[in-house]
């Protein structure tokens, strides 16, 4: 069973059971207008980090979204989708596949394994806001992962009862399909409130780039982000720090502080200074060495990179990282990668790599107040756990298939889809377009169901919960934060076309107009859509 890691619509030979409605709504950006938008003087094509668009589907493998990559090998290249829309397959019959199977299944209900993000990284976002809006420059080589941007910005869903995780679904028709042929659908799993007071002990490394590269404006958002921890620990938590340029220097080791803004810590922080070379390998292991030796089984234990991404993550380095990620068992050291700005080219392909294998966030620091944000205000859901390996599967009835996917990976086998870890005060967020070819098995009492399960983050148990909706029932329920979500992805569908800057701009930038339009209707007054608009406006100004 292939994974899906990439967006593909994927709309094989389906084409042939539905009617003509199905056109270019599924395309990431085939447009008929001759105008386009563009980026003001910034070539369209990305350079450093190309853009995955939506997630992906059982016909390819393109990779992680960071490069020009076709793939890990367990895909057919000639079904990996670009930035321009899936291809079309063709197909021999109108009744049966190349390999004889039924063109419509209409007996046995789909399952999916869904997964938003293998790092919960939210890096992409701040970067765009960060070059648009503060530096007056267009996207440039910051690469769009949607699933960032579903994980950064917020969505008002219940919280799950102390211990658990709960289930929300949403779901409308689709714009442009024949009723009962096309859906929106969004599901999200949040986790349990979490105030500091109930956080359980951290044990925190601090391993910091403090190479030549870090000088001026990067150094000064280490210290900042350093602050912004120490402001955030309490009495009992446990920090170490690791200074690494071509040498590595432990500041502190296992140091208990004695409460917010530790003196010894605060001192160490002001310390730091920028020179050297880079030795990224040295001083992740010198980290993890030092995190391993001061290791503590009644803590959460965590490592946390900050670098300029001015180095790149090896095979080595990233092996070393995924063992540590299950050091002591099933409760390893995760590691929280941030990345500092250096004048708005920052390259986030390090982070990206060795959080998925730290099973950890990747954030992203472009002045004091985002590091504030990160790891005070935010610092139990940047540094916390709820509950550990998620995994979310989804049952549809017979003759449905996901063409558009807003996450990272799905697939028909779990065991190609990697469980995450969930934070407190936290919500996976799952936007998906699906279709049938089986029309007449969708009335008002047809079930879609969703399954999740997780393993107790104090007992390592496996937990289980499970809601079944009726389609009725869904589509008579308030969607309003499905509206969102539609909103936040056209607005990534419409930046990767302004990226490329050609006869698609247009039309994605409208119908992100159009979708934010729909969602501040039914969210009036909502900071996120305010912003994602400011940026739209002045990128296609």
Known sequence: ????????????????????????????????????????????????????????????????????????????????????????????????????EPLCNDVDDV?????????????????????????????????????????????????????TLALSAELRPLEGFEPELGFQLQLAVSSEEMTDAERPPMNVTLVLDTSGSMNGEPIELLRESCRAIAASLRVGDKVSMVEWDTTNTWALAGHEVDGPNDPLLLDKIEQLEAGGGTDLNGGLTSGYELAQQTWDVNALNRVVLISDGGANAGLTEVDLIAENAVYGGSDGIYLVGVGVDLEGTYNDDLMDAVTDAGKGAS?????????????????????????????????????????????????????????????????????????????????????????????????????????????????AADASRMAKGAAILAYTDALIAVKKSDESTQVAVEAAYAAIDAAEAALPGDADLAEIRMILDALTA
């Open 111 to 163: 399952i999916l394994y869904l997964s938003p993000d293998d790092s919960n990284s939210m890096s992409s976002p701040v970067q765009v806001r960060e070059r648009v809006l503060k530096d007056g420059l267009g996207i440039g080589p910051v690469a769009i992962r949607p699933w960032e941007f579903m994980n950064y910005y917020s969505f008002d869903y219940a919280p799950a009862e102390d211990g």
């Open 363 to 475: 954030v992203f620091v472009t002045d004091e107040a985002e590091a504030w944000k990160t790891f005070n205000q935010n610092f139990v859901n940047t540094m916390g756990l709820a509950a550990r390996n998620v995994q979310v599967e989804l049952t549809m009835p017979p003759g449905f298939e996901i063409v558009k996917f807003s996450g990272e990976e799905f697939s028909s086998d779990p065991q190609e889809v990697e469980p995450q870890h969930l934070s407190p005060n936290d919500a996976m967020v799952f936007h998906q377009q699906v279709v049938t070819c089986a029309p007449e098995l969708v009335d008002d009492a047809a079930q879609i169901s969703v399954t999740a399960t997780w393993e107790d983050v104090s007992t390592f148990e496996s937990v289980e919960l499970t809601q079944t909706y009726a389609v009725g029932d869904l589509l």
């Open 1 to 100: 069973m292939k994974r899906i890691k990439s967006l593909s619509s994927v709309l094989p030979i389906l084409l042939l059971c539905l009617p003509a409605c199905l056109n270019d709504t599924f395309s990431d950006d085939e447009a008929s207008s001759a105008s386009s938008v563009g980026e003001g003087g910034e070539s369209g094509g990305s350079s450093a980090g190309e853009d995955d668009g939506w997630g992906t589907g059982e016909d390819g493998d393109p990779g992680d979204g960071d490069g020009g990559d076709s793939g890990d090998g367990d895909g057919d290249e000639a079904m990996v989708p670009d930035d321009e829309g899936a291809e079309e397959t063709e197909t021999e019959t109108e009744t049966e596949t190349e390999t004889g």
